[in-house]
Nanobody, 123 residues
Framework: HVQLVESGGGSVQAGGSLRLSCVASGYTISTNCVAWFRQAPGKEREGVAPIDSDGTIKYADSVKGRFAISKDNGKKTLYLQMDSLKPEDTAMYYC??????????????????WGQGTQVTVS
């Protein structure tokens, strides 16, 4: 049974920081692509940052220089360090993992798994 569980969300003031975590159980993140997505109310889900199966990291332009994605394969945990947060970063943040990857992101519907999300609110 595969499960991804996010934590670390919360409410912060603009300019603040948060660190999100995503613990995977029943799944190996070391050889698959993993990523953070977010979805703000009334907006489509967007990719924030992926780590491809070969370790390649990318960032959405909107978070470059402010967010950092990392993972600890031994702990089966994915992280997202978010600094210099802005109100426009307010969203539900989801982690995802998959064995079929496109541009580093797990391809929906092709063996992907998702967490339940953690809310980030920046005021």
């Amino acid at each position: 049974h595969v499960q991804l569980v996010e934590s670390g969300g919360g409410s912060v003031q603009a300019g603040g920081s948060l660190r999100l975590s995503c613990v995977a159980s029943g799944y190996t993140i070391s050889t698959n692509c993993v990523a953070w997505f977010r979805q703000a109310p009334g907006k489509e889900r967007e990719g924030v940052a992926p780590i491809d199966s070969d370790g390649t990291i990318k960032y959405a332009d909107s978070v470059k220089g402010r967010f950092a994605i990392s993972k600890d394969n031994g702990k089966k945990t994915l992280y997202l360090q978010m600094d210099s947060l802005k109100p426009e970063d307010t969203a539900m943040y989801y982690c995802a993992a998959g064995s079929s990857c496109g541009r580093g992101y797990p391809i929906p519907g092709k063996g992907d798994y998702w967490g339940q999300g953690t809310q980030v609110t920046v005021s």
